[in-house]
């Protein structure tokens, strides 16, 4: 899922902020730009003898790189695919099997309708830090057939999830071929986890990622290839829940409408609080709440798996029913209860004549910035800088959506937005840079490279979540 706009292209408008940033009662930390943590090895402005194998390994394989992310691209795999996000993951574990990982396809419950998760592992040096790898293979749009479109020595390619995220799979898989050249990824410790229903996740929530977060239980950092940027990387994204507002009023000839009979009605009531939300809520630094889809009437009708709904009446009649769905971001747990504690007190403050009530439904966890996720922002940005492409800063966690890294968060510190340039995702005609996946490959490897050969004890959390 990349809705950061243009594949994490920008900011979203918001300002980039140095230092402390106070969410309501609690405080987090957000440094971007900020001096990094030093770790000396990290931040080395040079390429050691094996980083530069590693590099020529990368560009020995572009050609191979390129035709590899057409063929997959040229897979059908919606989410709802399930034959062909399968078909994709059996592409994606013969490669892992290649270079010596252990791998197998996780199957959903019965009924969830989802393809699975292929999951790869590796053993390296003991008491290095353990490297989780997170991708996923589905799309939001089902293309007809084949979806590659390039021309002949065109930088930019388009296709059904070329960059989000078959790119971004491909950046990881070749990255870890490059090592794998290198000689270097015999000492790693990886475990990934390329999940089959990133787009449309199956509910459960904690059946469908039970995998993934079973793999982060054992591992000391996370590393997701969602559509990267040249200039930043993401340590922190809000997470996202979903809201039900029910408004009920009393059934009338429209003439007494507001009065100790009739009273206001279900819609008057509605909007009072959507209103409300919107006066009393709005403007909490990383805090939305977007009401979707409005339906009242008379006769009333909403699907919720479908988001959708009909009403009927007539304009001499008072409302008896009213129905929104929404949903909410926030940058921490702790703000997430906050706003739904306040959004119930709203909700109490009944217009004479009507009831409503307010239910939520858990989504995506916050990935809450840490002390942990900047050092690694920081070793990226280490790494960026020895291969000559320049600084990485933090992405505004505003300015993302959520992502499967996101479920790993609350054990383990992450990077995300390490995968392949491109605009338009979700779109048919998605373009991915070709010239960008050189070097988003480049910086993937050597990021796997130093973190994967630090003692784990130094990506471990002082204390547990």
């Not at 809450?368 to 992405?395: C, F, H, K, M, N």
């Not at 050189?438 to 003692?455: V, W």
Request: charged share 20%; aromatic share 6%; proline share 5%.
């Amino acid at each position: 899922m990349n809705d950061v706009g243009q594949g994490d292209r920008g900011t979203g408008g918001r300002k980039r902020l140095r230092g402390f940033v106070r969410v309501g009662l609690s405080v987090v930390l957000f440094l971007s730009p900020c001096p990094p943590v030093p770790l000396s090895h990290v931040f080395a402005q040079s390429l050691t003898p094996t980083e530069q194998r590693i590099r020529s390994a990368v560009a020995a394989q572009r050609e191979d790189q390129l035709a590899y992310l057409e063929r997959v691209v040229n897979i059908p795999s919606s989410t709802l695919n399930l034959a062909g996000v399968r078909r994709v993951g059996e592409v994606f574990r013969a490669s892992f099997d290649s270079l010596g990982f252990t791998t197998r396809w996780v199957e959903m419950p019965a009924g969830m309708n989802r393809a699975g998760h292929l999951i790869a592992e590796r053993r390296g040096r003991p008491g290095a830090a353990r490297l989780l790898l997170i991708g996923h293979f589905d799309t939001v749009v089902e293309p007809a057939g084949a979806s590659w479109q390039r021309a002949a020595g065109d930088s930019i390619a388009r296709g059904v999830g070329a960059g989000d995220m078959k790119g971004g799979d491909v950046v990881l898989l070749y990255a870890l071929r490059a090592l794998h050249a290198a000689g270097a990824l015999a000492n790693l410790t990886v475990t990934v986890v390329i999940t089959g229903d990133e787009e449309l996740p199956g509910r459960p929530l904690d059946a469908a990622r039970a995998a993934l977060i079973e793999a982060a239980r054992t591992a000391d950092v996370a590393l997701a290839f969602e559509g990267g940027n040249r200039r930043s990387a993401t340590y922190a994204r809000r997470g996202s829940s979903s809201w039900m507002l029910r408004a009920t009023g009393r059934q009338a000839h429209s003439a007494g409408v507001f009065g100790q009979g009739a009273g206001y009605g279900a819609v008057y009531e509605l909007a009072r609080i959507l209103d409300a939300f919107r006066r009393e809520m709005a403007g909490e630094q990383y805090l939305t709440f977007n009401a979707a889809t409005v339906v009242g009437g008379t006769d009333v009708t909403y699907d919720t798996a479908q988001g959708a709904g009909t009403a009927a009446s007539k304009t001499n009649i008072v409302p008896q029913a009213a129905v929104a769905h929404g949903d909410l971001r926030f940058i921490s747990a702790e703000q997430l209860a906050r706003a739904r504690q306040r959004m119930r007190d709203i909700v109490a403050q009944h217009l004479a004549g009507t009831s409503a009530d307010i239910t939520f439904e858990d989504g995506y966890p916050a990935m809450s910035p840490t002390p942990g996720g900047e050092r690694l922002l920081a070793a990226y940005d280490g790494v960026s800088r020895a291969l000559g492409y320049g600084p990485v800063q933090a992405l505004d966690p505003g300015a993302r959506g959520a992502g499967d890294i996101s479920f790993v968060a609350p054990l383990i510190d992450g990077l995300d937005g390490l995968g392949a340039l491109g605009s338009r995702a979700h779109a048919p005609d998605e373009a991915v840079n070709l010239t960008g996946i050189t070097m988003q490959t480049e910086r993937a490897a050597l990021l796997l490279l130093r973190l994967g050969t630090r003692p784990a004890s130094e990506f471990r959390r002082s204390a547990s979540p």
